[in-house]
């Protein structure tokens, strides 16, 4: 049995030679150098070339290298009976809070505009918002929306939280999935943290943007096809967003001619909130290895109807 290490716009060399420092062991390569395919059981991918799983007829796992699997659900050439994992590790949720964070403190003080103004000689103060004036709220509360809601609930945030289940977390209140209107009500910031499913693609569209309170900011890093970009373009333009933060696009690397390049009011980061580390992950990725050969329960699986 062999691992497979899968990727058009990463270097997966790290990750290689990561596993094998937890165990030297292991028989693995890089796509799309493999000598065997028939040895694949246990696959790596992250933004794979599709349709290529038909050339390994014994796969039976495929982990993604980060905590999204939509680039592998969307995949019909995935057999129903390949197992699909992915990967949570405490450096993703930590970075990605430091991320929110970050971009939620650069709203309340201006940076953005004050940063503008420094390019044109511009000396004036701009009024800030009061932390109690404004309430983050996070969509998404699995673990990654969970770190990060309680990181800014912990620096003096008001903090909502929604997803399908209630969650119970300590000074922060939670919506469900039937109190979505009542949640963006009273949310100032929504942080987009939820997993992509047919349920929430196009979900940060012009109808959520009329909903949130006023004034009101948008940090997508969760995934770019949650956002219907002409509809945020609108918002901004018509004043029903004051600014947005964004990590992530439907399109990656964003083209030169895209409309979102050059906006004073869209903050653009190249993919960057939370970055998997080749040494942290290599050590989940051999005990799930190891879990496929000797058949036991996979940590992290993934559950197809959900979609995460």
Same mark, same amino acid.
């Given at each position: 049995?062999?691992?497979?290490?899968?990727?058009?716009?990463?270097?997966?060399?790290?990750?290689?030679?990561?596993?094998?420092?937890?165990?030297?062991?292991?028989?693995?390569?890089?796509?799309?150098?493999?000598?065997?395919?028939?040895?694949?059981?246990?696959?790596?991918?992250?933004?794979?070339?599709?349709?290529?799983?038909?050339?390994?007829?014994?796969?039976?796992?495929?982990s993604s290298l980060g905590a999204g699997v939509d680039?592998?659900?969307?995949?019909?050439?995935?057999?129903?009976?390949?197992?699909?994992?992915?990967?949570?590790?405490?450096?993703?949720?930590?970075?990605?809070?430091?991320?929110?964070?970050?971009?939620?403190?650069?709203?309340?003080?201006?940076?953005?505009?004050?940063?503008?103004?420094?390019?044109?000689?511009?000396?004036?103060?701009?009024?800030?918002?009061?932390?109690?004036?404004?309430?983050?709220?996070?969509?998404?509360?699995?673990?990654?929306?969970?770190?990060?809601?309680?990181?800014?609930?912990?620096?003096?945030?008001?903090?909502?939280?929604?997803?399908?289940?209630?969650?119970?977390?300590?000074?922060?209140?939670?919506?469900?999935?039937?109190?979505?209107?009542?949640?963006?009500?009273?949310?100032?910031?929504?942080? !987009?943290?939820?997993?992509?499913?047919?349920?929430? %693609?196009?979900? /940060?569209?012009?109808? @959520?943007? *009329? #909903? +949130?309170?006023?004034?009101?900011?948008?940090? !997508?890093?969760?995934?770019?096809?949650?956002?219907? %970009?002409?509809? /945020?373009?609108?918002? @901004?333009? *018509? #004043? +029903?967003?004051?600014?947005?933060?964004?990590?992530?696009?439907?399109?990656?690397?964003?083209?030169?001619?895209?409309?979102?390049?050059?906006?004073?009011?869209?903050?653009?980061?190249?993919?960057?909130?939370?970055?998997?580390?080749?040494?942290?992950?290599?050590?989940?990725?051999?005990?799930?290895?190891?879990?496929?050969?000797?058949?036991?329960?996979?940590?992290?699986?993934?559950?197809?109807?959900?979609?995460?």
């Open positions: 049995m062999s691992i497979l290490l899968v990727a058009q716009r990463r270097d997966m060399k790290p990750f290689r030679d990561a596993i094998l420092n937890v165990d030297p062991n292991i028989d693995i390569e890089i796509w799309p150098n493999s000598t065997n395919p028939g040895r694949v059981q246990f696959a790596v991918a992250w933004h794979h070339p599709q349709q290529i799983w038909k050339s390994y007829p014994n796969l039976k796992v495929i680039h592998l659900l969307k995949d019909s050439s995935i057999p129903e009976h390949v197992q699909l994992t992915r990967v949570v590790v405490p450096s993703l949720a930590d970075q990605m809070s430091d991320y929110v964070l970050t971009a939620v403190l650069n709203i309340i003080r201006n940076s953005e505009i004050y940063r503008d103004q420094q390019q044109e000689s511009i000396w004036k103060n701009q009024p800030a918002h009061l932390k109690d004036e404004l309430t983050v709220g996070v969509m998404g509360m699995g673990e990654l929306g969970s770190t990060t809601a309680k990181r800014l609930y912990s620096n003096g945030f008001t903090v909502n939280g929604w997803a399908q289940s209630r969650k119970e977390l300590d000074g922060i209140s939670t919506f469900t999935a039937g109190n979505l209107g009542e949640f963006l009500n009273q949310s100032n910031i929504l942080v !987009n943290l939820l997993p992509l499913t047919p349920q929430t %693609e196009g979900i /940060l569209d012009l109808d @959520l943007f *009329k #909903e +949130l309170k006023k004034p009101a900011f948008i940090i !997508n890093v969760a995934r770019g096809k949650h956002l219907i %970009e002409e509809d /945020l373009v609108y918002a @901004l333009d *018509k #004043e +029903l967003i004051t600014h947005a933060v964004l990590d992530v696009f439907s399109t990656e690397p964003l083209p030169e001619s895209h409309p979102f390049w050059g906006r004073k009011k869209i903050t653009i980061t190249p993919h960057i909130a939370s970055v998997t580390d080749p040494d942290e992950v290599a050590v989940l990725l051999v005990e799930n290895y190891k879990r496929a050969l000797s058949g036991m329960e996979l940590l992290n699986e993934v559950n197809r109807k959900r979609g995460y």
